[in-house]
C-alpha cells in the first residue's frame, strides 16, 4: 500500500505521523512524506527554501523510523508549486492509495466546517481517498466504524476497495447510519442500499448493523473511526452544523472515500 504523509511540520502533522505509525504497524506500506509550498518569489532563496524544508522532512522520516518501519520505505518529498496540481501530480507518479493530513479542533474555518480551505480542496478535487485526523484523536486502531448514508449514491461502489488494503477491518464492528430518511425509501434508494450492503457485508468486517441515533453529532466521538463518502458531503454536512455557533468538531479521525480503483 503506498501512502502520502502531507506534512506542515506543526504537532498536528506529528500526531498524524504517529497515527499512521500506529494504523500501518505490521503492514507492508511505503509512504512519501511530502510538503508542497508556493513557488519562493524572492531572488535570494536560490535553493535555500528546499535545503529548510528538506532537513524538516527528514526528521519527520526519523519520526516514522522510530516507530520501526525501514528508512528504505519512507520517501520524502518538497514541492514548490500548485498546492492542488503536486499533490495530483504525487497521487498519479507514485500510485498512491491514501492521503493523510492532520488537522487543528480549535478553530472554524471559512468553509463552514472544523477545516480550511486547502483541505477541503484535498477531500473534493483529489481522486484519493484521505484520513483526517484531529490533534485530540486517540493513538488506537480503530474497532468501531461510523459510516454515515442516506443510501442516495448508485455506482458500483468500488469507493470502498480501499477497505481490503487496511488490516483493522477484519477486527472492526461497522455501523451503519441512515440520515435524511424522514419518508420512505425509493426504488433507486432501496436498490442502492441494497448494493451498499452487499458491499460493506463483503469488505470481512468483524460485524455490521445499522444504528438509528440522533441526526447530530454528539455521539460521534463514541466511535473510533468515521467514513465519509467524499461525492457526497452534504450528509457530512448535515451531521456537522454548518453554523459556526452550533459546529461541532469531532475527535476522532474520519476517512474520506473516493472511488478511484477497482479490485
Known amino acids: 500500500m503506498n501512502v502520502v504523509l502531507l506534512s506542515d511540520f506543526s504537532t498536528l502533522s506529528t500526531h498524524m505521523l504517529d497515527y499512521a505509525a500506529m494504523l500501518f504497524k505490521n503492514q507492508e506500506v511505503n509512504f512519501t512524506v511530502l510538503h508542497v509550498k508556493s513557488p519562493c518569489l524572492k531572488e535570494g532563496c536560490r535553493g535555500k527554501c528546499s535545503l529548510v524544508f528538506d532537513k524538516k522532512l527528514k526528521k519527520n522520516q526519523q519520526t516514522l523510523m522510530n516507530h520501526g518501519f525501514d528508512k528504505e520505505r519512507i520517501q520524502t518529498l518538497f514541492i514548490e508549486g500548485s498546492f492542488i496540481e503536486s499533490i495530483r501530480h504525487v497521487i498519479v507518479e507514485n500510485k498512491i492509495d491514501m492521503i493523510m493530513l492532520g488537522n487543528s ?62 488490516a483493522f477491518v477484519k477486527q472492526a464492528e461497522l455501523s451503519l447510519l441512515p440520515t435524511g430518511l424522514n419518508k420512505a425509501l425509493g426504488p433507486n434508494r432501496r436498490h442502492a442500499k441494497a448494493l451498499i450492503s452487499e458491499a460493506v457485508n463483503s469488505l470481512e468486517f468483524k460485524s455490521v448493523k445499522e444504528i438509528k441515533l440522533s441526526s447530530k453529532a454528539a455521539f460521534i466521538n463514541e466511535f473510533d473511526l468515521v467514513m465519509v463518502m467524499a461525492k457526497n458531503l452534504s450528509i457530512f454536512q448535515n451531521l456537522f452544523s454548518t453554523s459556526p455557533a452550533s459546529l461541532y468538531i469531532p475527535e476522532v479521525p474520519i476517512l474520506f472515500l473516493h472511488d478511484t480503483r477497482k479490485l
Open 105 to 166: 479542533s480549535r478553530e472554524v474555518f471559512e468553509t463552514g466546517l472544523f477545516f480550511d480551505k486547502k483541505t477541503l480542496e484535498i477531500i473534493t478535487k483529489v481522486k484519493c481517498s484521505v484520513i483526517l485526523i484531529p490533534e485530540q484523536a486517540r493513538l488506537k486502531v480503530p474497532k468501531t466504524v461510523l459510516l454515515p448514508t442516506d443510501f442516495s449514491i448508485t455506482s458500483d461502489y468500488s469507493i470502498f476497495n480501499i477497505l481490503t488494503s487496511l
